[in-house]
């Protein structure tokens, strides 16, 4: 492993920047800690409040993150106070954390590591924790002492499982008092700690011991088939992907009867050959190489065994038939292995796996997912050098459960921000480029969905899902090339959907075309445009989007944004208008045929926007303008004063509207129009 340390960079640095940086190093190698995993701190001299000289002990807080670590992240405790605890013999979680909280010296600081007391009883004055890849590989055999003891010699010790908090400290403080001469302590199926007197040294010993522990591992996995022969060989890829976007909706459907999932695909080569190996499915099913990832992995992912992984049908019972067990199996080991008072957690797996086909990681949004995801990317190469080394052994099945449902644990996850009105929820937008796809796309984002966005134009919507993909911190969209008038790109666009981000609740229909000329002067190729895109269009588009959520089988949302024309038409919009009224016809059929799916079809009807309208070219203005015998620059004016109120209507008028008709508010309503047009009497829905 390569050590990211630059001295330049360290020059100057001292207490909490010092630690900071470090732990950002330590974080930005995802083979030593991931998502919070890991901690780190730094003992110093300083104040107190009343300007007494007292030692402190920085502390990473709890729920943090070391790759993004900063300042604030950290928790200055008076170490002196932390250290009398060393006397005790025994305590409660509860106990200890209560009194951790009496030796803050920052009312404002974050809850401190749960490991901080192994920290204090250290006396280094630089400590690290990692989940190190290659040191787990160690620790998770049946004979880890022996394997560690022969990679390391006497120099490190081995420390065996308990749950982070009072005891564990204390062990790890006897067997260093014993030989103070260790230069790290291994927790047995768990991670590594490594000090020193300066934070170089203590990372250095990090990056010396990880890469020892990758070299035995490498010499081990040389030239063996550790997970036995291939037994079931990747499908080419294109058939892979159909299998996998086949299947996507009814897996979603399937776990998200408690509550809905956004789920992740991944078929990397690796993963692949690990998933058809002989001895996989088993070993799988042992656990979790270090515990903390039993928060967003659960103690096992769902493997789907299938002979025809090729046949989505087929592979679809399957999976359907293991799921059943799954469930059944985690309602039996929580009913054994539970605590009293505890109650049981979504009893469906986070983590599936088809073998020819790939895997698949659901969480509440795509960054949850994506966090099981990245922990079992490393997991599973862990498995198969820890198979070559003897045999891959976690925590056992009581500790497996204790630390799931242990409340110090899991109260990290009551430091995640509230879950959005959309989390959840997935949501498909054609003509995602234009002015109104762009702010119903971004109205969506905002509010915690999942947006898969199309266009005909991919660059468009590459660009736009790009922004708010910034603004929001992380993947939320994706864009999609999608012609709405070409069935075979309509079917290519869905199966890229179903598989961004597993399936689909909300399909907002917006694609659509202007074409202005009074009907004596229309031209059969403007008329059967209009057709292709407004009516031909939304039928592919919303018979795709149907038969996802007909897989899913957990209800959906269509809201169509259709136009004022439908219910008050103009003179020289005839193609548009009857190309609109045709979409709008179906919108309704659809409302009728798929209420008792629990399917609501709406639509919103907005009057002229032209605020970055595609629609209103400089050419329609014109022609707008000389329909109604006005200026050319007062065509915006006289649109506005049209209406009841005599607002002009925007975009995000319409994406308000789209959003309530998509929302739970709306729950009881299908087949409906609203209208978003500032109030014209004309257009009054009947
Ligand atoms: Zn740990």
Redesign the pocket.
């Given at each position: 492993m390569k050590s990211l340390w630059s001295d330049q960079e360290a020059k100057g640095l001292s207490g909490v920047d010092l630690v900071v940086y470090t732990s950002r190093l330590i974080g930005a190698n995802s083979k030593l800690v991931l998502w919070g995993?890991?901690?780190s701190s730094i003992k110093t001299q300083g104040k107190d409040h009343t300007g007494k000289e007292i030692h402190i002990l920085w502390i990473k807080g709890s729920g943090s993150d070391m790759r993004t670590i900063a300042p604030k992240n950290f928790t200055p405790l008076r170490l002196d106070e932390l250290l009398l605890l060393k006397d005790r013999s025994a305590m409660s979680d509860e106990d200890m954390v209560a009194y951790q909280m009496k030796c803050v010296l920052d009312p404002k600081a974050p809850k401190p590591s749960i490991?901080t007391l192994l920290h204090a009883f250290l006396p280094a004055a630089h400590i690290y924790?990692?989940?190190s890849d290659a040191i787990c590989t160690l620790t998770d055999t049946k004979k880890s002492k022996k394997v560690i003891r022969e990679v390391f010699g006497d120099s490190v010790a081995v420390v065996d499982y308990l749950r982070?908090g009072f005891s564990l400290s204390k062990s790890v403080a006897e067997t260093y008092e014993k030989s103070p001469k260790l230069t790290a302590i291994i927790?047995d199926k768990?991670?590594l700690i490594t000090w020193g007197d300066t934070a170089k040294a203590a990372y250095d010993m990090t990056i010396k011991m990880v890469t020892a522990a990758e070299r035995y591992t490498a010499k081990k996995l040389k030239g063996t088939q550790a997970l036995g022969p291939m037994q079931v060989k990747p499908l080419p890829v294109q058939k892979r992907h159909a299998v996998a976007a086949a299947i996507a909706p009814i897996l979603r459907g399937e776990i998200s009867q408690h509550k809905p999932m956004v789920m992740l695909y991944e078929d990397a080569p690796d993963l692949l050959k690990f998933l058809g190996a002989e001895k996989s499915k088993k070993l799988t099913q042992v656990g979790p190489f270090?515990?903390?990832h039993l928060m967003h992995t659960r103690p096992w992912p769902l493997f789907v065994e299938t002979k025809h992984p090729e046949d989505a049908n087929v592979l679809a019972k399957d999976l359907q038939k293991a799921l059943v067990l799954y469930r059944k199996r985690a309602v039996d080991f929580f009913n054994r292995y539970k605590q009293a008072g505890v109650t049981m957690l979504d009893p469906n797996p986070r983590v599936i796996l088809i073998p020819g086909v790939g895997m698949f990681t659901t969480g509440k949004d795509p960054r949850a997912a994506s966090i099981v995801h990245d922990l079992y990317m490393h997991t599973f190469p862990v498995i198969e050098a820890a198979t070559a080394i003897d045999c891959y052994t976690t925590i056992g099945l009581q500790d497996i459960c204790d630390f799931e449902y242990w409340p110090m644990e899991n109260f990290k996850l009551s430091l995640l921000p509230p879950e959005k009105a959309f989390s959840r929820k997935i949501a498909l937008i054609t003509g995602a480029a234009g002015a109104i796809g762009a702010a119903i796309a971004e109205a969506f984002v905002k509010a915690g969905a999942s947006v898969v966005l199309t266009d005909i134009v991919l660059e468009k919507v590459s660009a736009l899902a790009e922004r708010l993909n910034q603004e929001a911190g992380g993947l939320q969209s994706v864009a999609i090339e999608m012609d709405v008038r070409d069935e075979k790109s309509v079917k290519q666009g869905f199966e890229k959907a179903r598989l961004a981000f597993g399936g689909l609740d909300i399909f907002v229909s917006n694609a659509g075309i202007a074409r202005t000329a009074s009907i004596d002067d229309l031209s059969l190729k403007a008329w059967e445009d209009s057709l292709s895109v407004n009516a031909t269009g939304h039928l592919l588009t919303s018979q795709a989007a149907l038969k996802i959520m007909k897989a899913q089988g957990i209800g959906g949302a269509i809201v169509v944004v259709t136009t004022k024309n439908v219910l008050a038409p103009g003179k020289d919009f005839g193609a548009y208008s009857a190309s609109k009224a045709a979409q709008t016809q179906l919108a309704r059929i659809m409302a009728i045929e798929n209420a008792s799916e629990g399917i609501r079809v709406n639509m919103v009807t907005p009057d002229g926007i032209f605020e970055g309208s595609g629609l209103w070219s400089q050419e329609i203005r014109a022609e707008r303008a000389k329909a109604h015998n006005i200026p050319l620059e007062g065509v915006e004016d006289f649109y506005a004063k049209r209406n009841l109120m005599q607002r002009r209507i925007f975009a995000s008028d319409v994406a308000d509207g789209v959003l309530f008709l998509a929302s739970d508010q709306a729950a009881k309503t299908t087949g409906a129009i609203l209208p978003i047009d500032g109030g014209l009497k004309e257009a009054f829905p009947r």
């Open positions: 995993g890991g901690n490991e924790h990692t989940h982070p927790l768990h991670g270090t515990p903390d």
